[in-house]
């Protein structure tokens, strides 16, 4: 099962690993030469050190982090000399770990943070947290497994659940549902509701009527018939406005009466005609 | 009859569970080392004959299945609440208003194409059945409603579904005059304009 | 404890020895029709508890399955599973003793960069889902086991993965920043050199 990453190949000397007897058979190291050429089936730098400080056989808790920065300097040495290539990560690695020996041996300096110890039981913390999840690993897979130790069923009859639809609607929706068939596919015939209207007549015969009593420039509004707010439709007073402009304007043009306004949107006014003069 | 050994007893009976066939006793003593399997068979089929699960064999093989009487149990119907399609509704109202009618009858009405589906779900859901067919030329199927439909929609007889003319009052007849209303935003449509808007 | 009804208990047997997938008991109940089934359960387990097939929980959810003990005589014919890359179990062991648990996480127990295959392999078998996304900056999506993850390393549940409570007594499932705080009683805020340490 090759997941994309480095495939593992096994690591080397794998019996000082004990649990990991999940692996592949590793392949038998010869000498340092096979040993070194198996860099690539370590995980990355922490997983080389895991290994070398699982050879120390000592409980991860009590390793000796210098002696694993020593020998992982001299792994990293050997294969140098063998000019193998190495992932630039174990090369960081090493010179961290070149460093971090460089600090434990060298007199403290007490304004130093971190301090050396505390990288040392950081990397020490970090080992032991792979490690243990190595060994959890291991666990996992030696137990009893379905499907390899144990099984289910090998021919179950299946249960099924077959779905039935329960159809739901409401006796509204039956009725809304017909008014709208009905309504939609009806023959449209187009009725104009009837509304009050104060007709074009009725405005000319009133505005006239009033235009001859009137003796100066009077609002064309003074000639509306005045309604009653209260039980009027509004829509009747603004058609009498309409038919009442309408009826002004036929009376300009038939020389009847003269308008004014004095300004956009200012109330238009009117007058009955002089004698000989135009509007 | 000598009691058979009892982990042989068990490694029967795993074996038998974990086939994905059923076995002849040949089958089964081969897989288990030359072991005498038969009164290992005969003692889980005594075991297993008053559960749920019985051992049984069938020309030859053994195979473990459900016990009979519960056989209804590896099927089930579950009912799921759907709510009606618009033209379900739509079909199941002409055909309540109109019955009995044709199908083409039911398109002249909607005025579009009824798919036949349509009236499937009707009749699945129990209220709509065929009433036999018009003896005009083609002989189409005509459909009615059913009781079934009666009681669901809580009506005693057809005759109490409203009328055109109640239809009309409640303001769910009058697509002109729904229009009208909500162009001028005057209250008396709002509820006949939402049929009017639908198409 | 009140023993269940004896139909009750060939009913859940007869569901359980039917279905293909391990059932809740809340699926359980539903099938049958409400019934509580978990005294049934239990009643169930307790008899085949001795037999060569067993009534087993496994994340909530119930299946029977061969004893193990009887491994050696059922292993010969099939297949072996899925053998699992290195990475892969370690990607998995710290998703189980952590979860949910983000990709960055992982790495940085195994001081690698995970390929993005790694956790496929581990959904792609069922036993990895995506647990939704850690709020914190970035939202990294986390990772949790499933019901079948502990089906098939005959898990009740994650309390019995193996050696979890002395790890989690070891302070081994803390992270380092954690374990170093408690060692040395300092502020867990020092940490940044965690990281500064790979690079």
């Known amino acids: 099962m090759n997941d994309g990453a480095a495939p593992p190949t096994g690591a080397p000397d794998s019996d000082s690993f004990g649990t990991d007897d999940w692996l592949p058979a590793a392949s038998a190291p010869t000498g340092d030469e096979a040993l070194y050429l198996e860099l690539d089936g370590w995980e990355g730098p922490l997983d080389l050190l895991l290994d070398l400080a699982r050879r120390q056989k000592v409980d991860l808790r009590r390793i000796s982090i210098l002696d694993l920065v020593d020998q992982y300097l001299a792994y990293i040495n050997r294969a140098s000399e063998l000019r193998l290539e190495l992932a630039a990560d174990y090369l960081v690695m090493a010179a961290w770990l070149a460093y971090l020996k460089s600090l434990l041996l060298l007199p403290r300096d007490p304004e130093m943070q971190p301090s050396p110890e505390e990288m040392a039981l950081r990397l020490q913390l970090r080992l032991q947290r792979l490690g243990a999840m190595r060994e959890a690993g291991a666990r996992l897979m030696a137990r009893d497994r379905l499907g390899r130790d144990v099984f289910m069923r090998g021919a179950p009859e299946g249960i099924s659940i077959d779905r039935k639809m329960r159809w739901t609607a409401g006796l509204f929706d039956v009725i809304q549902a017909y008014g709208g068939v009905k309504a939609r596919n009806a023959p449209v015939v187009h009725i104009v509701r009837e509304r009050p209207v104060f007709t074009l007549e009725a405005a000319l015969e009133r505005v006239s009527r009033l235009l001859g009593v009137a003796i100066d420039w009077m609002d064309l509004r003074l000639f509306l018939p005045q309604f009653d707010k209260a039980t009027t439709d509004p829509r009747l007073a603004r058609s009498a406005l309409a038919s009442s402009f309408v009826a002004a304007l036929e009376l300009a043009k038939q020389g009847k009466a003269e308008l004014a306004q004095d300004g956009v949107f200012g109330p238009v006014r009117l007058r009955a005609a002089r004698s000989g003069s135009n509007a | ?199």
């Open chain 2, 1 to 199: 009859m000598n009691e058979p050994d009892d982990d042989l007893v068990r490694a029967v009976e795993a074996t038998l569970f974990a086939s994905e066939t059923p076995l002849t006793p040949e089958e089964l003593s081969r897989h288990l080392g030359g072991a005498p399997v038969k009164p290992a068979l005969a003692s889980l089929a005594a075991h297993y004959a008053g559960r749920g699960v019985h051992l049984v064999e069938r020309g030859g093989r053994w195979h473990f299945q459900t016990a009979p009487d519960l056989a209804h149990l590896l099927r089930r119907e579950r009912e799921e609440p759907r709510r009606l399609s618009r033209a379900a509704v739509e079909a199941l109202a002409i055909i309540a208003y109109h019955e009995p009618v044709s199908r083409a009858e039911i398109e002249a009405i909607r005025g579009v194409q009824t798919a036949k589906g349509t009236l499937d779900v009707l009749m699945e859901a129990g209220w709509v059945r065929i009433a036999g067919r018009r003896e005009v030329p083609g002989r189409p199927t005509i459909y009615a409603t059913t009781p079934a439909f009666l009681a669901h929609f809580g009506l005693t007889t057809r005759r109490d579904l409203p009328g055109i003319d109640e239809l009309r009052a409640a303001g769910l007849l009058d697509p002109v005059d729904a229009a009208y209303a909500a162009l001028t935003g005057s209250e008396a449509g709002s509820a006949a304009s939402e049929s009017g808007a639908e198409e």
